[in-house]
């Protein structure tokens, strides 16, 4: 088992590394097919688990996803993250490590809960944690995942990070990473199973503007998300003006959520998932969905805020107007209707308006508090106190 400090310190450096780089590479049109029509929604062990991942534990995630009403809120994946790897025989094919003895059959078992199971690789030598990587193995993993029954593949870019940075000019990088995440999109293709293409390389080289050009249905922006207020609120502040690059089954990802991992309160929390429910952003739990609060769940299961998130339009939002630290977010919604989040990352409660004119509707509209779940009538302007670090998230109707 590798050192999960080195791990989170590497995490670390990737997210420094994509602030470092400022370049911009040529947009290249997407294709249209996707395997994620809206934004992904499941569960990932990452965040709570990281290393102490293995069979029994996501089998209790699958149990508690049902169990719990998420599975019919719209949490579909279950996603295992970095550290099932194991070695490769000498034919090549990679099999998983002691913790994962049956990958076939987990995925069996995730299947009959009318879920789905996504895993994890890189195509570098070694991924993040200095498990086996993809590279120069990718039709073989990929055939591997097609024969287990894997929906989901989330590549890292890991190991190959430095020969991305390192090139002589971003174009070189640029290429670099782009023949490999294509490399693994033909394979996936190969095997004729339809799986989500997850690219993560850490907003390296604004990913938003060639994402889907290599096949991805969504791509990491930003470094590692952690279960603090405020990396939490710099990551969701940093997707202002990405909304024009994401398309519909071609997704923005801020990283996943941190919901219920204990290092913020509840208002905090409800801030976080009224943000990514705006950026159309993926909504994959991190926490124990097997010892979670009922607090947690009411959280991550509120249907006005999941289908904010789940819009079929699938248009992301993107910043009105800031003071300071207040935020007005806003998000068009199918058939007119806005998703309007007044957003309070100050340490006060702090008195906030917006209007209807202000997020382009015009004199009064029904409002609907989402959080509340509270008709608030029709009106052309809204004023509330907004708690410390919290939000009032709003529906507004079209008329
Ligand atoms: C990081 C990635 C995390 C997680 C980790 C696993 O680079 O951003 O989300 O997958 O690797 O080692």
């Not at 780089?21 to 294709?31: E, F, L, R």
Request: glycine share 10%; aromatic share 8%; net charge neutral.
């Amino acid at each position: 088992m590798r050192n999960p400090k080195k791990t989170l310190l590497w995490a670390g450096a990737c997210a420094i590394a994509a602030l470092l780089v400022t370049g911009s590479v040529q947009a290249a049109p997407a294709p249209a097919k996707t395997a994620a029509p809206t934004p992904p929604m499941g569960w990932n062990s990452w965040n709570h688990f990281a290393a102490k991942i293995d069979d029994a534990t996501v089998r209790a995630q699958a149990d508690a996803m049902v169990s719990s009403g998420l599975r019919d809120a719209g949490y579909r994946y279950i996603n295992i993250d970095d550290t099932w790897e194991g070695e490769r025989d000498a034919g090549g094919v990679l099999h998983t490590n002691a913790k994962f003895p049956d990958m076939k059959a987990l995925a069996d078992y995730v299947h009959s809960k009318g879920l789905k199971l996504g895993i994890y690789s890189s195509p570098g030598a070694k991924t993040c944690a200095g498990f086996a990587g993809s590279l120069g193995h990718e039709a073989q993993d990929a055939k591997t995942y097609a024969e287990w029954g894997v929906d989901y593949l989330k590549y890292d870019l890991c190991s190959l990070t430095p020969s991305v940075e390192k090139a002589a000019t971003l174009e070189e990088g640029h290429a670099i990473e782009a023949a490999a995440y294509e490399k693994m999109r033909d394979a996936i293709k190969a095997t004729g199973r339809p799986m989500v293409y997850s690219l993560c390389q850490y907003g390296i080289n604004q990913p938003w503007r060639w994402g889907a050009s290599v096949g991805g249905d969504l791509w990491r922006t930003t470094g590692d998300i952690s279960d603090r207020f405020s990396r939490m609120v710099q990551i969701g502040l940093s997707q202002a003006g990405l909304a024009k690059f994401q398309k519909p089954g071609h997704w923005n990802d801020p990283d996943m959520l941190e919901v219920g991992n204990g290092g913020m309160k509840a208002v905090e929390y409800r801030t976080h998932m009224s943000l990514w429910a705006i950026l159309a952003a993926p909504l994959l739990a991190g926490n124990d969905l097997s010892t979670m609060t009922p607090e947690t769940l009411s959280i991550l299961a509120n249907k006005g805020v999941i289908a904010i998130d789940q819009d079929p339009m699938g248009k992301q939002g993107d910043r009105v107007h800031a003071e300071g630290p207040l935020e007005i977010w806003a998000r068009p919604l199918a058939g007119g209707a806005k998703a309007v989040g007044l957003f309070n990352l100050g340490d006060r409660p702090a008195n906030m308006s917006v209007t209807t004119a202000e997020v382009g509707l015009k004199g009064p509209h029904a409002l609907h508090d989402v959080w509340a779940d509270k008709d608030l009538g029709k009106q052309a302007s809204f004023k509330a106190v907004v708690p410390a670090h919290g939000v009032v998230l709003l529906r507004i109707a079209a008329k």
